[in-house]
């Protein structure tokens, strides 16, 4: 996992949106995905790239993408092989005092609360800096010899016709 370093430079800035977030484990172009509920995965990479945050009211920030891939412990589907999957995305401004809609703040903010639970499960442990936290991180999931195990919880919504993926990591299994 390595971390582009346009996207680290915003990690000043969008510290105090990442500091006061609470994690959020929650108790299509994704690809294949499980079923809802419950799985037992290994998480197995972390990509964060520079990326774009579009306001309801069409303005575009500067911001970042992060998503999570996973690999399944047990795959009735692919006992061989089981299968691996990519989370929903986390799209966030780099700097989120930049928002002016309130909609898009509100948004800001529960996909914060979610990626501050996914990297927290991952590391079993509190974090406030977002930087120091993917840099444990990403050490770790660049370490053959350690490994991530989660509870992941997928979640199915639908609205308007369309169905939302999205993911929460529920429980720290890595011993």
């Given amino acids: 996992m390595a971390i582009n370093t346009s996207v680290k430079s915003m ?8 500091e006061a977030s609470q994690a959020d ?3 299509g172009s994704l690809g294949w995905w499980p079923d809802a509920g419950e799985h037992q ?6 990509s964060v790239e520079p990326g774009t945050f579009r306001q309801r009211d069409g303005l575009e920030l500067d911001g970042f993408t992060a998503q999570f891939e996973y690999q399944l412990i047990e795959d009735s589907g692919s006992p061989e092989e089981p299968r691996k999957f990519q989370g929903a995305p986390f799209t966030l401004p780099g700097n989120p005092s930049q928002t002016t809609d309130d909609k898009s703040k509100m948004r800001c903010e529960i ?5 501050k639970g996914h990297i927290e499960t991952c590391l079993n442990k509190s974090t406030n800096d977002l930087g120091v936290a993917l840099g444990e991180l990403e ?14 919880k997928c979640q199915y919504d639908t609205r308007n016709g369309r169905t939302y993926r999205k993911d929460y990591l529920t429980k720290n299994l890595s011993s």
């Fill in 25 to 27: 484990t929650g108790m």
């Fill in 111 to 115: 996909e914060t609360r979610r990626l």
């Fill in 139 to 152: 050490g770790i999931l660049a370490n053959p010899e350690l490994s991530i195990v989660v509870s992941c």
């Fill in 11 to 18: 990690f000043s800035q969008f510290q105090q949106q990442y």
């Fill in 41 to 46: 995965v290994f998480v197995t990479n972390l």
